[in-house]
């Protein structure tokens, strides 16, 4: 059982940045591939970047690519999604997840966080 906490949301100007956290509980996290998806008001929640569980290989949704960059210290048993250049497109609630397999599709995850709103004004 992993449980998840996401944090560093909030309102930002388009243009900016923000680095959210996850930071999850027990010992396993080393052993999970690690992923951030968002969903915006009134969409589906959607893929944003994924990483696996040695940190070694990273996936980016075509939308973020080149903005965002997951990373992940698993001695602090923690991922981050760094988001440069933000616009308000952007905004949505953020989540991670862990599960078995670094890819796109959420039912690649068991586990999920609760969430963090970042809101991008224009």
């Known amino acids: 059982q992993v449980q998840l906490v996401e944090s560093g949301g909030g309102l930002v100007q388009a243009g900016g940045s923000l680095r959210l956290s996850c930071a999850a509980s027990?010992?396993?996290?080393?052993?999970?591939?690690m992923g951030w998806f968002r969903q915006a008001p009134g969409k589906e929640r959607e893929f944003v970047a994924a990483?696996?569980?040695?940190?070694?290989?990273?996936y980016y949704a075509d939308s973020v690519k080149g903005r965002f960059t997951i990373s992940r210290d698993n001695a602090k048993n923690t991922v981050y999604l760094q988001m440069n250049s933000l616009k308000p497109e952007d905004t949505a609630v953020y989540y991670c997840?862990?599960?078995?397999?670094w890819g796109p599709g959420e039912y690649e995850y068991d586990f999920w966080g609760q969430g963090t709103q970042v809101t991008v004004s224009s």
């Open positions: 997840a862990a599960g078995p397999l």
């Open positions: 990483i696996s569980w040695s940190g070694g290989n990273t």
């Open positions: 027990g010992r396993t996290f080393s052993t999970y591939a």
